[in-house]
């Protein structure tokens, strides 16, 4: 008796083998496609850089270019001031020399300055201070050992005008007085009034009387009011001040619990 028939392989479908043939279909176009895509873009990054070497390239020229012309214009300015300094030599000798011969002058003035003040003032002093040291002094300079408001060289400018505005005020008080001839005896007095009353003016700021140097008579000023505020004070009233007085006021407030910052502490707080 034959035993048992072995057991047939089953067949595999149709359905099956197309749905694979499908699937590697679409792997290898998948596959395709993105190597195609990947090279389009290869493609244009290879574009762009060729693009941007081309414009670093322009670039690079035209910088060499300005540099060039910059180079250019700066050899023919210099050429141009060059030329300039050349031709004009003759006026600038000119103008060296007036401004030398302007030095020397000013030198000059100021040396005489210096030798007239040591001589009308300086020896005078020392002539005055050696009087009580030696004996056989040297004759004073002009034979004059008095200091005189004229000697001073720096003032003569200020004295000289001085003495102008006082002959001018004489002048005209003289000219514009419709009274008696100018040789009458007023017309003598009256100019000397007026040379007196210039001679006799004041040349400073007229100050307030020391008399009045009190609260109650002046209550404007500072003196005044601080004498009232500290008479007020003293009674037992208020002093009014921008600034914080009495007894820890320049501490900060701290009566909301908040303590404020930047306060210095000692190791054995």
């Not at 180079?71 to 031709?87: H, M, Y």
């Not at 004996?135 to 060289?153: C, E, F, I, N, V």
């Not at 208020?238 to 210095?264: I, L, N, Y």
Request: charged fraction near 30%; charge should be positive.
């Amino acid at each position: 008796a034959r035993g048992p028939a072995p057991p047939r392989q089953g067949r595999v479908s149709t359905s099956s083998v197309v749905a694979r043939r499908e699937a590697v279909d679409t792997a290898s176009l998948a596959a395709l496609r993105a190597e195609r895509e990947a090279r389009a873009r290869r493609r244009i990054c290879e574009a762009r850089h060729e693009q941007m070497l081309q414009e670093r390239a322009e670039l690079r020229a035209q910088i060499q270019e300005r540099v060039a012309r910059q180079a250019q214009e700066r050899d023919e300015r210099c050429e141009a001031l060059l030329d300039s300094f050349a031709r004009g030599s003759a006026v600038r000798a000119e103008a060296n020399d007036a401004i030398r011969v302007h030095d020397d002058l000013q030198q000059r003035k100021l040396a005489d300055l210096y030798h007239r003040y040591d001589t009308n003032i300086t020896q005078r002093i020392e002539g005055h201070l050696l009087k009580f040291s030696r004996d056989d002094l040297p004759p004073a300079p002009g034979g004059r050992d008095t200091l005189l408001k004229s000697d001073d060289p720096v003032k003569a400018e200020l004295h000289s005008f001085r003495r102008e505005e006082q002959l001018h005020r004489a002048a005209c008080a003289v000219l514009g007085h419709c009274g008696p001839a100018p040789n009458s005896s007023e017309a003598a007095g009256s100019r000397r009034r007026v040379e007196q009353a210039i001679a006799e003016r004041e040349t400073s700021r007229s100050l307030f009387p020391m008399a009045q140097w009190e609260q109650r008579q002046h209550h404007a000023t500072r003196y005044g009011y601080f004498t009232q505020a500290c008479v007020v004070q003293g009674e037992g009233g208020g002093f009014h001040s921008a600034r914080r007085m009495g007894a820890e006021m320049h501490q900060p407030d701290e009566r909301d619990g908040v303590p404020t910052a930047g306060e210095t502490k000692t190791r054995f707080e």
